[in-house]
């Protein structure tokens, strides 16, 4: 059978004096293993089994030498026949390659909360405090899924530990990637801020009363549909002009007819939704009201 391997290196004294067992990082390796496994089912919808073989060497340091056999979808013999049969090279450069993997990416973030992503084609263009960074769009997927995440806050937790001071990504013997103790709190899994996929997306038109707006770019009007309030970012940009311009004003009470998508997404907590309003199609304004606040 036929594979790809590489390398996954934790160095510190611990390993050195044997204050650490090898015996703790067990749920590393199950979860490296259930990494690539969810991986695929995500990426490809296919079911993989892995073997993870490992290799304890030098004096410092424990390696884990991933393999990754080409038979592992027996029930799917046509996988490798096709255009995918790099299937699991692509998996391995998605997760653990260099620039723009999994790993990569969430180093690069480094705990801030993403506040926009588009997507475009396979690429996905995300904005963090005021950085942009742009990846393939399967990286970006993975980087949002809660079961991916956990299995990467697993394998870098040995860093947690007294003693074990880095963690490092080896193909063919090469540093491709490195994290430090300092740096792996970034990789720990803060799922309340993950951004998924959309479970559903619906668009439809709907009355709103005005509470508050703002101009600040990326912020969110306050809305309420009537049974209660709503956060919604204007995407109607010729409205936004005209507020700009002075051409439309605002009085408490003003209602907007409003062309809506709400994108529903699953989160660890349950569902989540989000209001965009694609066009404003009317503006009935309250008379004799005292002018709405701004925040």
């Known amino acids: 059978m036929t594979g790809i391997t590489l390398n996954l290196t934790y160095t510190g004294r611990a390993l050195e ?36 073989q490992v290799n304890a060497f030098q004096k410092g340091s ?5 393999t990754l056999v080409q038979d592992i979808f ?11 049969a790099n299937g699991l090279l692509n998996l391995k450069e998605y997760l653990l390659g260099g620039a723009a993997s999994l790993f990569w990416l ?20 995300i904005e963090c405090d005021g950085d942009v960074i742009i990846i393939p769009t399967v990286v970006y997927h993975l980087s949002q899924d809660v079961v991916i995440r956990n299995h990467v806050e697993t394998i870098l937790k040995p860093l947690q530990q007294d003693g074990i001071n880095g963690f490092e990504i080896r193909d063919k013997d090469q540093p491709i990637f490195h994290v430090d103790k300092e740096e792996e709190p ?12 959309p479970m559903a997306v619906h668009e439809f038109e709907k009355y709103f009363t005005l509470v508050t707006v703002t101009f600040k ?5 306050k809305l309420h549909d009537g049974t209660g309030q709503i956060s919604a970012i204007i995407l109607d ?29 699953r989160i660890t ?27």
């Open 17 to 52: 004096d044997g204050s650490m067992n090898i015996r703790d990082l067990v749920p590393v390796l199950l979860s490296v293993n259930d990494m690539f496994q969810t991986a695929a089912h995500l990426v490809y919808d296919k079911d993989m089994r892995t073997s993870v």
């Open 62 to 66: 424990f390696s884990i030498d991933l």
């Open 74 to 84: 027996q029930q799917i013999t046509s996988f490798f026949d096709s255009q995918e």
């Open 106 to 125: 969430i180093k690069k973030i480094k705990g801030r909360k993403i506040t926009k992503a588009t997507t475009e084609n396979d690429q996905t263009r």
């Open 186 to 197: 970034f990789f720990r899994a803060n799922t309340s801020d993950l951004i998924h996929p």
């Open 217 to 221: 770019e990326g912020n969110k009007w």
């Open 237 to 265: 940009e010729d409205f936004l002009r005209r507020v700009e311009e002075s051409q439309i004003a605002f009085a408490k009470g003003d209602q907007l007819r409003c062309l809506v998508r709400l994108k529903e997404y």
């Open 269 to 295: 907590a349950g569902i989540r939704n989000e209001y965009e309003i694609l066009r404003v199609v009317d503006h009935k304004t309250a008379l004799k009201q005292p002018p709405l606040p701004w925040p």
